[in-house]
C-alpha cells in the first residue's frame, strides 16, 4: 500500500529551466510534507517542507505548492542548475505518526548543462 | 555541529548472519530513527526510538531489532540475514518525538548479503 507516490522515475531537463517534481498521497490524515534531496552515497537531506495550513512555501530557488484537494504536491526548482542533480523524494507525516515519514519512491533529476 | 554518524559505511556478510549497525545521533537530538533503502524502493521505516523506547515499528520481521542508549545513540540488529537484506540501512534524528519534526540522515550503512 503504496500511501505516497512518485510517479515519474526520472526528469530531465535543461539548466536554468524550471524543474517539477512531482508527488501524490492517499492518506488524508497526512497534514505535514517534506521534500528531501539525496546524492548518491549520501544520505538524504532536507530540502523544504509545507504544512497542510499553507498552499505554498518558497525557500530560495525552491517552492513546493500543495494541493489538499487533490492529495498533490509538487516542487518547483527555478532556474534549475546542474548541482541540483540528485534523487528527489517526497515524504508525509501526521498527527498520529511520530516522528515517522512515508516516503515516495524518489525522481532522478537530471539537469543538462 | 557534527551530523549523524553510522557506522561501519560498508558491510558484507552472508546468508544467515547476523549484522550490527551504528548510529550516533546529532549531539542534543533525542530521537532515533532508521530506514531501509532498496533500489526503486524509497525509504521504507524500520523503526524510531526516543528516550530508549521504542514509539514506533514499521512492517518488518521480527530479525530486525533496535535499541537506544541513554546518550541516545542507537544499534538495530539483523540477525539471520537473507539476500534480500542487502540495502542502504539510514539513520536519522531529529531534537524531538512528534509530528512535523525534520529529520536529518546520516550517510548511510550499506550492507550487501551474500
Known amino acids: 500500500d503504496q500511501q505516497v507516490k512518485q510517479n515519474s522515475p526520472s526528469l530531465s531537463v535543461q539548466e536554468g529551466r524550471i524543474s517539477i517534481l512531482n508527488c501524490d498521497y492517499t492518506n488524508s490524515m497526512f497534514d505535514y510534507f517534506l521534500w528531501y534531496k539525496k546524492y548518491p552515497a549520501e544520505g538524504p537531506t532536507f530540502l523544504i517542507s509545507i504544512s497542510s495550513i499553507k498552499d505554498k512555501n518558497e525557500d530560495g530557488r525552491f517552492t513546493v505548492f500543495l494541493n489538499k484537494s487533490a492529495k498533490h504536491l509538487s516542487l518547483h526548482i527555478v532556474p534549475s542548475q546542474p548541482g541540483d542533480s540528485a534523487v528527489y523524494f517526497c515524504a508525509a507525516s501526521g498527527e498520529t505518526s511520530g516522528s515517522r515519514l512515508t516516503f515516495g519512491e524518489g525522481t532522478q533529476l537530471t539537469v543538462n548543462p | 555541529k557534527a551530523g549523524v554518524t553510522q557506522t561501519p559505511r560498508y558491510l558484507i556478510k552472508t546468508r544467515g548472519q547476523q549484522v550490527t549497525l551504528s548510529c550516533s545521533p546529532i549531539s542534543g537530538h533525542r530521537s532515533v530513527s532508521w530506514y531501509q533503502q532498496t533500489p526503486g524502493q524509497g525509504l521504507q521505516f524500520l523503526f524510531e526510538?526516543?528516550?530508549?523506547?521504542?514509539?514506533n515499528k514499521g512492517n518488518f520481521p521480527g530479525r530486525f531489532s533496535g535499541r537506544q542508549f541513554s546518550n541516545s545513540r542507537s544499534e538495530m540488529n539483523v540477525s539471520t540475514l537473507e539476500l534480500g537484506d542487502s540495502a542502504l540501512y539510514l539513520c536519522a534524528s531529529s531534537s524531538s518525538f512528534g509530528a512535523n519534526e525534520k529529520l536529518f540522515f546520516g550517510s548511510g550503512t550499506q550492507l550487501s548479503v551474500l
Open positions: 526510538y526516543f528516550s530508549e523506547t521504542q514509539r
